[in-house]
């Protein structure tokens, strides 16, 4: 018997249709025509009732219901989909000139046939492929190599400006392609949010864009406000289109899709350059970025005859603005310690605007740039910044050069402890030498350790590392293992970051959790110079405890694979301290572990003398289970397809250079499944 038979569902089913019908309304005025007719209090009020109704009626719920915009997914891997259209590249060019030719060209080409241009805005984010059939949405494809991309439907649901069910007459079958970009105001106040609790800030809104479309949980998508702005239509044989680009991107405003104001259809290449240079000087006002202006002949059936290169078609062209250098005065120089005690200098900027935000700080590198760059103090340097948010120094103005203004002389001591900089040769940079007495070294330390593929004690972010620091609870790893609640209780009162008897429970349960990780990625957190989450692998493999690495000398040291002389040293160099003795001794009291669980099972022995190299994603482990998983057998993991390649372990969104070239050289492939068969 049906669970719902016995129940009227149509009142459901009418105030469900009501809600959904209502909320696309408002989405749309809003979205699409700037125009909010309600409230945001009255809007999220008929979004909770829907939510409420189809979690209660969920056989009533529609896939491209309103709610799905909010998302709640949670997407295990992105499948990989070949386009029924190659997503092709456009030809770039900074140079007017090479407009003109293009120009004079495709007149060439076209005799004496009438046709115009269209000049829109080359968006800076990610390129993605939007399926409909019937009016609706049923597949959103990132670009990937043109060829194939990765099906993202859940998280470009999330996106307001992508149309979920289309409006008015369509056509039965067609795709539309734009760009998803991240707006200045949400990317900066996500930056904001995220510095906040402690988090690295995005680089800048088109990498952003792009790491938001891959995110598992679309709920988290729905957060970053993307945009999605159309530039193409294209359809199957047999389904009709307006005949010109600009007539067909007025036909999908028309269906729902919101069409950026700024295309214009031009006749000749004064136009062009009039579009062009308009844009070179406004592109900072819009409030996403582009980075170039494209040009396309406007009518589609002249794009057959003009034809394609081997890349790119010939009747369209993409100029790309050259980066922005402005020159604005040096106030100071900070010099930042890290967590290996290198020295960066950064250089305080008299705020200035570029590239569509405010420019206060860049890197000066080190030493060796100061000099070769021969900054004085009072110089104006020249910053430039071009499809990059982060800003460089690319110069200095020397016309505004102060009289007297002197070459900047680089400190000679540590900012933060002052001890004498060291500076090792065939090195660039300075450092500093206190490494166990310097609190920007033990606090990079601390982070090192806690951090996701160390230690994984989640629970102490940065901040809270700093309390523990500050409070003399903390300074050096071994000490969070000797942490006693009644110490956290309270603690950060001052800075109005209090840990309460919850938080307290947590932070100690992740930190007595951490004594079961593995010794590898103990030897990882470390943070032993030149040992990246690879070398620790292999160290613990070839000596199997810490005691072995601990008493091998530099030869002994180097016989491991990939582990080269610097890193044999630094290895050697930190043992040898009394200091770690010291703090390995705890951390073996505390039970961490300090050597590698094997057994002498012949069964682990299963891979011995193969070397695969993985790719995609898989359902019964995670990337690292598996790469743990090949080694704990005896075999040897890979991270690229070459002649000695034993197989390729393709998972789900198996990356397609992978493939051809497994191909190319007759490597055998495995599915999870004929892996799992081998044991």
């Not at 407009?99 to 984010?125: H, N, Q």
């Not at 199997?544 to 040291?557: V, W």
Request: hydrophobic letters at 35%; aromatic letters at 8%.
């Amino acid at each position: 018997m049906d669970l719902f038979s016995s129940i009227d569902v149509e009142p459901a089913r009418r105030r469900i249709d009501e809600l959904a019908a209502r909320i696309d309304h408002l989405n749309y005025e809003y979205y699409m025509n700037d125009h909010s007719e309600v409230s945001d209090f009255e809007f999220d009020a008929l979004l909770r009732e829907l939510q409420d109704l189809e979690r209660q009626y969920p056989q009533l719920a529609s896939p491209l219901s309103p709610t799905k915009r909010v998302g709640g997914e949670v997407n295990k891997s992105f499948p990989q989909v070949t386009h029924r259209f190659p997503m092709l590249s456009l030809g770039n060019t900074y140079s007017i000139e090479e407009i003109e030719e293009f120009e004079a060209r495709t007149r060439r080409l076209l005799d004496d046939t009438t046709f115009s241009y269209t000049c829109e805005l080359k968006y800076d984010g990610v390129a993605i492929g939007l399926t409909y059939r019937h009016g609706r949405l049923v597949q959103a494809v990132t670009r990937g190599n043109g060829t194939v991309g990765d099906d993202i439907t859940i998280n470009a649901k999330t996106i307001p400006t992508i149309p979920l069910t289309l409006r008015g007459d369509y056509p039965d079958d067609f795709e539309a392609r734009g760009e998803v970009v991240y707006p200045f105001a949400p990317f900066d106040a996500m930056n904001a949010q995220r510095e906040d609790i402690g988090l690295e800030p995005f680089a800048n809104p088109r990498n952003a864009a792009s790491g938001s479309l891959k995110l598992q949980d679309s709920a988290e998508c729905a957060k970053r406000k993307l945009l999605f702005c159309i530039y193409f239509m294209m359809a199957p044989d047999g389904i009709s289109l307006p005949d010109t680009h600009y007539q067909r991107l007025q036909y999908a405003s028309q269906m729902g899709f919101r069409l950026q104001p700024h295309i214009r259809e031009c006749r000749d290449i004064s136009e062009i350059k009039a579009f062009i240079d308009y844009w070179d000087r406004e592109r900072w006002n819009l409030p996403y970025a582009i980075d170039g202006i494209v040009i396309k002949v406007n009518q589609t059936h002249l794009w057959e005859r003009l034809g394609l290169t081997s890349k790119s078609p010939r009747w369209a062209i993409a100029f790309k603005f050259k980066a922005q250098r402005v020159s604005t005065p040096l106030l100071s120089i900070d010099y930042q310690v890290g967590r290996t005690g290198v020295i960066t200098p950064v250089a305080n900027l008299a705020p200035v605007h570029l590239g569509g935000t405010t420019v206060r700080r860049a890197t000066l590198v080190n030493a060796d740039f100061i000099s070769n760059m021969d900054i004085h103090s009072g110089d104006y340097l020249l910053v430039e910044k071009g499809g990059e948010i982060i800003p460089k120094i690319v110069g200095v103005d020397l016309e505004q050069r102060p009289a007297g203004a002197s070459p900047i002389q680089y400190i000679t001591h540590c900012p933060e402890c002052g001890s004498p900089l060291v500076r090792p040769e065939g090195e660039a940079a300075h450092r500093c030498p206190n490494t166990d007495g310097c609190r920007p070294q033990i606090l990079g330390r601390l982070e090192h350790f806690v951090s996701r593929h160390a230690m994984d004690i989640s629970t102490l972010g940065p901040e809270r590392l700093q309390l523990l620091y500050d409070a003399g609870l903390v300074h050096n790893v071994a000490d969070l293992y000797d942490l006693q609640r009644n110490q956290l209780i309270g603690l950060g009162t001052e800075v109005g970051a209090t840990i309460q008897d919850k938080s307290a429970d947590t932070i100690l349960a992740a930190i007595e959790a951490s004594k079961q990780v593995p010794f590898h990625r103990v030897l990882f957190a470390l943070g032993i110079r030149y040992v990246g989450e690879v070398a620790a692998k292999k160290l613990a493999r070839h000596f199997g405890n810490i005691e072995n690495i601990a008493t091998a000398d530099t030869l002994d040291l180097a016989q491991v694979p990939d582990i080269g002389p610097s890193t044999a040293e630094a290895i050697a160099q930190w043992f040898s301290s009394p200091i770690h003795g010291v703090l390995l001794q705890r951390l073996r009291t505390a039970g961490l572990k300090l050597s590698e669980q094997r057994t002498t099972n012949a069964e682990n022995q299963t891979l011995s003398g193969l070397t695969i190299v993985v790719s995609g994603t898989f359902s019964h482990f995670s990337r690292d289970e598996i790469k743990a998983h090949i080694e704990d057998h005896g075999g040897r993991v890979a991270s690229s397809v070459s002649s000695k390649t034993s197989y390729l372990l393709a998972g789900e969104k198996t990356g397609p250079e992978k493939l051809r070239k497994a191909e190319k050289l007759g490597i055998p492939l495995l599915t999870e499944e004929e892996y799992l068969k081998l044991f």
